[in-house]
């Protein structure tokens, strides 16, 4: 079976940052562009065939995700160490349930992301963890 994940960057030194997003293309700060099914992860680029979601029949209780199985997630199993730390079902459910929209991320990308949301003038609340080493 071929790999759905592609490292598609030469120089995978440098930090991503990203541009520009169409429906068509990524466009990174370099001038690279890559696919908008695409996965960043410790500085390389994947791209990435995830299926294909109706948007008109997908809800989040899963109906038109059904093509969605574990394995298109194996970059993720993969990693070391895993870029955060996951999240249960029945804490995302809960804060689904009172109307809000759950995003993990390292402490300093979350912090990164609140200032900036905050400065948009975006409701937004950030809820912190140590950072580990």
């Not at 562009?33 to 410790?42: D, K």
């Not at 730390?85 to 459910?93: D, E, F, G, N, S």
Request: aromatic share 6%; proline share 10%; charged share 15%.
């Amino acid at each position: 079976m071929e790999s759905p994940l592609v490292n598609i960057l030469q120089d995978d030194s440098l930090p991503i940052r990203i541009a520009k997003v169409t429906p068509d293309l990524v466009r990174l700060a370099d001038g690279v562009t890559v696919p908008p099914t695409c996965i960043f992860l410790n500085g390389q680029a994947f791209v990435w065939t995830p299926p294909k979601i109706d948007a008109a029949a997908a809800v989040p209780s899963g109906k038109g995700w059904e093509a969605w199985s574990n394995d298109i997630w194996t970059l993720f199993e993969l990693v070391f160490p895993k870029p955060v730390l996951p999240v249960p079902a029945r804490i995302k459910a809960h804060l689904h349930s009172v109307g809000i929209q759950l995003d993990v991320q390292s402490t300093r990308n979350a912090c990164s992301t609140y200032n900036l949301l905050s400065e948009e003038g975006r409701r937004v609340s950030a809820a912190l963890l140590p950072m580990t080493a």
